[in-house]
């Protein structure tokens, strides 16, 4: 069976005419998503009066981003490394249980919101080991702080008029616990 190419008749226009819809000229586009951008940085970076100040960041961390810990501190002042603490009857604490036990401190800083916040702070440079059938504090093994970035906010007086502030948003390490990792050593990095 042969197949014949069949034209159109004559009054049967192919021509596509194009429709122009006036679309926003792309540079425009961006132009607005800018300013846009441009309105919602001033209104976050605007002054702001210093008796509700602590309100207005409070309220917009608490919005936005999740707030560091605020435990509060361990009664104890000591520093040293509690082996005892592994001769006794097991905490109910993991701070405590941990091979890199740690204790609570209460940091205060008063020109960020918020002003005070509680991080773990390592007891021990090494971890708490049995070896040879005792515990002890073994330093083939190293304490390090586990790090958590939480959002701040900053008061800043930057072109603000007397008794105004700016929040400025700044990222801060805290250490939300510590964990026992192996030691570093030179052949180790040489290998």
Not at 93 to 120: G, I
Request: aromatic share 6%.
């Amino acid at each position: 069976m042969e197949i014949k190419q069949v034209r159109p008749p004559p009054y049967i226009h192919l021509h596509h005419h194009h429709h122009h819809h006036h679309s926003p000229h792309p540079l425009l586009s961006s132009l607005q998503i800018l300013i846009l951008l441009l309105c919602a940085a001033a209104a976050r970076s605007r002054c702001h009066n210093g008796t509700n100040l602590e309100a207005i960041a409070l309220k917009r961390l608490q919005r936005h981003y999740p707030q560091p810990l605020t435990i509060t501190a361990s009664d104890d002042s000591s520093s040293s490394c509690p082996v005892e603490l592994y001769q006794k009857l097991p905490s109910v604490e993991v701070k405590d249980r941990s091979l890199s036990p740690w204790k609570w401190r209460t940091v205060t800083r008063p020109d960020y919101f918020p002003h005070t916040y509680t991080e773990a702070v390592c007891l021990c440079n090494g971890c708490i080991l049995m070896e040879n059938g005792t515990v002890q504090h073994s330093h083939n093994y190293n304490s390090i702080p586990l790090l958590h970035t939480f959002m701040f906010l900053k008061r800043d007086r930057h072109n603000c008029e007397e008794g105004k502030y700016r929040l400025v948003e700044e990222m801060v390490q805290v250490s939300v616990g510590c964990t026992c990792v192996r030691r570093v050593t030179r052949e180790y990095n040489n290998a």
